[in-house]
Every structure is written in C-alpha cells, then in structure tokens.
C-alpha cells in the first residue's frame, strides 16, 4: 500500500544547530504513527517541516502520493503543540471559523460542531471564552477544530499534554475511530507509554535521528526475543554487572531484563540462582522504553 | 487568491471587534468627550454668575466711588435687559454689560483720617463675612496709580475683569475730561472697526474663519486617530495569532496573502464603521437648526456643513491612509515575537503619522502654500494633509486626482512589499530579525 506521508532524509539546521539531521518516515495509510523521542529530540521540527510552516534544508516530503503541495495541506488536520486558538473567541465561534476557513458551510457546521461538542462534554461551554477554559478543554476545543473538515491525515503535536487518563482516553477512542475509517494519524509524544497503548507505527527520534521505524509489534517482535520479567530476593544490583545481561530494571522487587541476542536465557538462570532466590522467571514482550533506550545507546 | 478564504477571515476581524464592548464605549465617548469639552466650560460660567457686595474708599477726591456704583448699575440693568443672549464672551470694557460674570453691589465710603484703622476695620467686615471685598482708589488713580482689590478670594479673575473694566470706563472718562474732552464724542470716534469675513461663492466649503479652522482640526483629528489606532490593532492582530500559534493552523489552511488581506480589509471596516459614527454625529451636530441651539458660539460664527464631497473624499482618504499605515504594521507585528520587540520599529511609522500634526497651522492659514500642496502630495502625508485642504477649501481637481494615483500606487506597492514580509515573518520564531535580514525576506522567491 501507498503510503499516506513519506518523509525522505529531511534535514535542518539553524545556524551551527542541526535541529533534524536526516529523518526518514513512512505513514501507512489507517494506521496512528507514533513519532516519538525524548524533548528536543526535533520532533516539533520535523512535523513543522511536514506542514510547510518551515523548508527543509535536504530531502523530500511527499503526502498521498506525491511531492507536497499547498492544496494538500487542506486535506490534512494539524494542532499544533499546546494552544493554538484565539483567547477571546467564544468555543462555537472559534469552531465554526476553523470550519469555515476550510470552506465549509456554516450551515453544515453548526450541527457538525455541536454534536463535536456533545461528545466530549463541552456543549455547556460552547458560549464561553477560550481563556475561560482549563488547559484540557482547550485541548479538546483544539482537537475538534483539526478534524472537523474530515482531513484524510492528522497530525497531531503533543495532543495528550494537559490532558488527564480520562480525557486521555477519549482521545484514544477519537483516534481509533478515525483510524477505522482508513484514516492516519500521525502523533508526537515524549511519553513512552502513552504511544504504546495508542500507536500501531513509530518513528523513535533522537538527537535529530530517526533511530527505529516500522510497526510497533514487528519492533517489539524482533527485539523481543531476548526480554524476560525476574521476581527474585537477594542482591538485585548484581544483575547488572552479569555479561549476559544488556539492561536491568528494578522496580518493586520485579526485574525487567532485557539479555544481549547471543545470550541464553536458561544459562543465565542457572547463574542467577547462585545469588538470588528465584520465585518467577519468564520470557516477556519487552516495553518500548526499553527499546528505545537500547536504540539510542546502538546509535551512539 | 481565493476571496471566499479573504471573506472569512474578514468576517472574523470585522465581527470580533464590533461585538466587543470596548469598542463601543470608545466609538460612543469620544464624540460624547469632544462635545462635552466643548460645551461644558461655557455651560458652567453661565451658571457660575457671582454677586459681590464691595466697600469702596475713594482717595480721589473726585467722586470716582461714586461714578462707578452708577457705571455698575448702568451694567446690571444692560445685562438684564439682554437675558436671551447666552454668548459668555468676556467683553471688552465699554463693548455692553451683556452677559457679565459679576455684578456688584457698591458701598462707598469716604477716606477716614486713619486710614490704617479704616484697612483694619474693612479686614474685619471682609473676614466676618459681611462683604466680598474693598476696594481702595488712591489719589492718584486717575494719574496711574493701581487700584487695590481686598479679598478673601483673589483668584477670582472673571469676576476682577469685570470690575476692572467698569474701573477703566469711569477713570477712562474722567481722564478725557480732564483734558478738556467730550467722552461721549471720544467713544464715538476711537470705535472699533469690525471685519466681515465673507468668502467668495464657489471657493471653498468652509463658512467661516475660526469655526472653519476648528472643522479642519476635527476632521484632522478624526482621521489621525483612526489610523493610528486601526493601524496599531492590525498589528497586536498579527502578534497574537503568531503568539498562539493560530498561525500556524490557518496557514495550512490559506495563504499567507489572504490571511494579511482577509485582515487588513476586516479591521479597515471596523475603523470605517467607527468613523462613520463619528461623521455623522459631526453631520447631525452641524446641521444648522441644531447649532443655534446646542453650540454656544459668538454671534457671527457659523460652522460649515459637511457636504457628500466632503465625506467622500474623507472615506478614500481614510482607506487609504490606512492600507498604507496597517501594511506597515502588518509586516512589522510579523517580523517580531512580542509587542515590545515590535512596538520600537512601530514607533519608527507613527513619526509618519505626527509630522502633518506639525504643519497644521501653517496649511490651515494658507491651504494653497507650495509646502501645503507639496505635502498633500507625498503619499505618506496625503491622507492626514488632505483633509485640512479640503476642510478649509476644495483643493484644484488636478491636484486631488494626483493626489490619489500617488497614493493608490504607493499603497499597491506597500502591499506588495509587506505581503512578501509578512509571509516569511510570520513563520519565524526566536531570535529578533535584523531590518537586513527582514528586507532580505522581501527577495524570496
């Protein structure tokens, strides 16, 4: 399948700062594109040169098809990374003119926005002003604005900051509806967790690389492998010192451990029980934070 | 450029700003400021008439006391034989008692052989209240000698010219009759001679020299606020939806030349909706039934009307002016981060907008000088210096025209220029541009 938004080694630099230094991406059509990485990483600057609000210095970026054009960004819904909406506009104003300024009718727009607004709990502040807002709510006038013209693409910056587990997951749902229509979505995030619930594809970035790319199962799939979870008593910070073992975390007497390719999980076991009592010892998917911290450390 | 996205963005400015409550207030004070300021300070010396009851001590020995009780008498009941002539003018000694602030009602007193002993005892009835005040003639008076004034308040200006000027009179004709002269005669022959301004039909609009002068100003004024307020608003304007990042949400969506355009049109409607307010509270207040009875001016004074050529060239001069102002501020509020940043080059275009403040009198005293049409042809000055021509007299129709294929194809290229600055500079965050590298930003392709 044709991808959806292709980002060929696009890099940038500000002076003597190399903001993205060749990041290359590949956004499957129907899927939610993780493009994740640590703040700084130039995830803002690589979604920023996907909306044309800045030019890459080298490479290509293509959407639908072919090489980007102007028109094309109206088929795209983009929020930007926190606010984004006027202060003193009142909510259904503020919608109906980000409707309207995609050549919408206002007509069409009024039943549009209030059945928006109805789902995500908003419709008694439909009169109010933007400022009067908290910052999740804003955030949720934010998202309504970017999907409301139905783009075949959204790219969203940072969209679950401000927001709380709850209204975390509304906009999970959201997402995944817009998904189950072929749609893509494509996500920055710092939060590790986070995109793992809610992303099919990642992009990790670091230092202005794209360090790992490709769908989130087939990652975890090929660096799985060699992942296992360890409840055990004794002396936990000895792990870390064994040569088998590439990455040890602790956390509440439990152990995620995370082996090198070549070792083998029962000769590490026999060596394990030597210093620590073992009570449970078994083969895991191992979480993506792990393997991003793997990745960097490759890269380095 | 597509018109339906300039429309929508029109729309926004245009009704964001007429539903805000600001607005309105200050649409509806200043006019509402301007007439008050006007007709207030008349209103209250209308009313302020203050009564004094004076001691008089007349050195003179010649019955000066006594001539001015009879000059104040003759004032009182000339101003109450007027009562319908409301002109609070302050008059000049022997033009007529109408409308005086003060009138006195006079005790005379003959010198004592203690004169100290009399200052005191007259201190006394001025502390305790029984009189306003005395008044002491020397024996040389009618030579000129200063008349003393006694009172408990001696700021009371209006009420001293008053008597100064019934003092003047009294003395004024004892002196000629000293000098062997008929005053009644004198007066007769050293009367003022009066100038009857009338303009020759067909030259200009205005209907009079000092209330022609005034309407200039107003218009002036009118026209200098409006531009530099709309001016300064497409401005914040620009530097909010860059603060937002709004910016970046519409600019996915139009472009950036719709966006300045969709902007500039919108608020150039508001100011026009405002001025509008204000022309026609100026037409309704200089209908002439009204002024009769709402404006307190001297007899003689009539103020011109505001005729549809008049209003029509105000309106394009207005839209001009502001497209070549807003464009400025547009590219300015673009290129910078934060108010401050913006509003020191800002203040480089309002020293545009002062200089005409600068040449007002002389253009408004000679609307035709070289320098005055010199500058009503400059296109960065001939929306504020045009307007003084045409108020005080209709400029020659070639000068007009000029004037505005000047300024149309200025504003065409301030446009031009400012679209290419504003695309880049919008998009551009951090670090202060230089004025180099803004202008390099005009060169992108």
Known sequence: MEPILEVRDVRKSYGDFVAVGGVSMSVPPGSIFGLLGPNGAGKTSTIRMIMNITAPDTGEIRVFGHPRTGDDLRRIGYLPEERGLYRKMTVMDQLLFLGEIRGLKRAQLVPEVERWLERVELTSWAKKKVEELSKGMQQKVQLIGTVLHKPDLLILDEPF???????????????????????????????????????????????????????????????????????????????????????????????????????????????????????????????????????????? | MRLENVFVILKREYLQRIRNK????????????????????????????????????????RGVGEALKAQVEK????????????????????????????????????????????????????RGGKIDAWVWIGQGALADEAVEYHARNTTNLFTQDAL????????????????????????????????????????GTSGGGLAGMIFAIVLFLLLYMSILIWGQQVMTGVLEEKGTRVIEVLISAITPFELMMGKLLGICLVGMTQLGIWLGTLVVLTAPGLVATLAFL??????????????????????????????????????????????????????????????????????????????????????????????????????????????????????????????????????????????????YA
């Open chain 2, 164 to 203: 100064r000027g019934d003092l003047t009179e009294v003395v004024r004709r004892m002196r000629l009759q000293q000098a062997g002269l008929d005053p009644a005669r004198m007066e007769e022959l050293t009367k003022r001679v009066e100038l009857n301004p009338v303009q020759v039909p067909g030259t």
């Open chain 2, 22 to 61: 600001g607005f309105w207030i200050a649409t509806l004070a200043i006019p509402l400021f301007v007439a008050t300021m006007t007709t207030l300070p008349s209103l209250l010396l209308l009313k302020s008439h203050t009564h004094q009851t004076i001691v008089v001590v007349d050195a003179t020995g």
């Open chain 1, 161 to 300: 900051s401000g927001l709380d587990p709850i209204n975390q997951e509304l906009f999970r749902e959201l997402l995944q509806d817009y998904r189950s229509q072929g749609k893509s979505v494509v996500l920055s995030t710092h939060g590790m967790e986070l995109a793992e619930r809610m992303c099919d594809h990642i992009c990790l970035i670091s230092n202005g690389r794209a360090v790992l790319d490709g769908e989130l199962r087939e990652i975890k799939r090929r660096a799985g492998g060699n992942s296992f979870r360890l409840l055990a008593e004794g002396d936990l910070e000895r792990l870390k010192t064994m040569p088998e073992v590439e990455q040890a975390t602790v956390q509440n007497g439990e152990v995620k451990l995370m082996l090198r390719p070549d070792a083998d999980g029962a000769d590490a076991l026999r060596q394990m029980v030597g210093f620590l009592k073992v009570r449970e010892f078994r083969s895991e998917e191992p979480e993506l934070e792990q393997i991003f911290m793997k990745a960097v450390r490759d890269a380095a």
């Open chain 2, 75 to 126: 004032a009182k009941t000339a101003a109450a034989a007027k009562p319908a002539e409301p002109a609070p003018r302050r008059k000049a000694p022997g033009e007529g008692g109408e409308s005086r602030l003060a009138d006195f009602a006079i005790e005379t007193q003959a010198p004592a052989a203690d004169p100290q002993a009399q200052r005191r005892q007259l201190d006394s009835r001025v």
């Open chain 2, 298 to 443: 001297p007899p003689g004074l009539k103020l011109p009307a505001l005729t549809f050529g008049i209003l029509a060239n105000l309106v394009l001069l207005f839209i001009l002016g502001f497209f070549a102002y807003a464009t400025l501020y547009a590219a300015i509020g673009a290129s910078f981060n934060n108010l401050q940043e913006a509003q020191q080059v800002a203040s480089v275009a309002v020293v545009f907008i002062v200089a005409p403040v600068m040449v007002i009198n002389p253009i408004i005293n000679d609307p035709n000088s070289t320098m005055a049409v010199t500058m009503s042809l400059i296109p960065l000055f001939t929306p504020l210096v045009m307007p003084l021509r045409i108020a005080i007299e209709m400029p020659p129709a070639w000068q007009l025209a000029l004037a505005y294929v000047l300024t149309l194809s200025f504003v065409a290229g301030m446009i031009w220029i400012c679209a290419r600055i504003y695309r880049v500079g919008i998009l551009m965050y951090g670090k202060k541009p230089t004025l180099k590298e803004i202008w390099k930003w005009t060169r």
